[in-house]
Nanobody, 121 residues
Framework: QVQLVESGGGLVQTGGSLRLSCAASGRTFSTYTMGWFRQAPGKEREFVAA???????YYADSVKGRFTISRDNTNNTVYLQMNSLKPEDTAVYYC???????????????WGQGTQVTVSS
């Protein structure tokens, strides 16, 4: 079992930056692929980024070059550094853990409660 708690969301202007954090419980954190997903009002939850146990990273095309995912296995934390934010990045951002890895939402069985990111124009 893995429990996830996100933090770091907030209100930022277009072009600004935010760093999201996700603290995980559980002794096997380092073996999971960790992912970030987001859900905007009226839209389906979508993949944003993921990082495997071996530090391989994957990004949605819409955030590539602007967002960076990283992990600290010592502190059981995964981060999402978001730069050059746009109004279309506004959403609730969720941290998730998968024993399989990748970008497919169905492979993620552990989820945080989400943190709101709002980008004003």
């Amino acid at each position: 079992q893995v429990q996830l708690v996100e933090s770091g969301g907030g209100l930022v202007q277009t072009g600004g930056s935010l760093r999201l954090s996700c603290a995980a419980s559980g002794r096997t954190f380092s073996t999971y692929t960790m992912g970030w997903f987001r859900q905007a009002p009226g839209k389906e939850r979508e993949f944003v980024a993921a990082i495997s146990w071996s530090d391989s990273t994957y990004y949605a095309d819409s955030v590539k070059g602007r967002f960076t995912i990283s992990r600290d296995n010592t502190n059981n934390t995964v981060y999402l550094q978001m730069n050059s934010l746009k109004p279309e990045d506004t959403a609730v951002y969720y941290c998730a853990a998968s024993e399989r890895g990748g970008r497919y939402i169905d492979w993620y069985h552990y989820w945080g409660q989400g943190t709101q990111v709002t980008v004003s124009s």
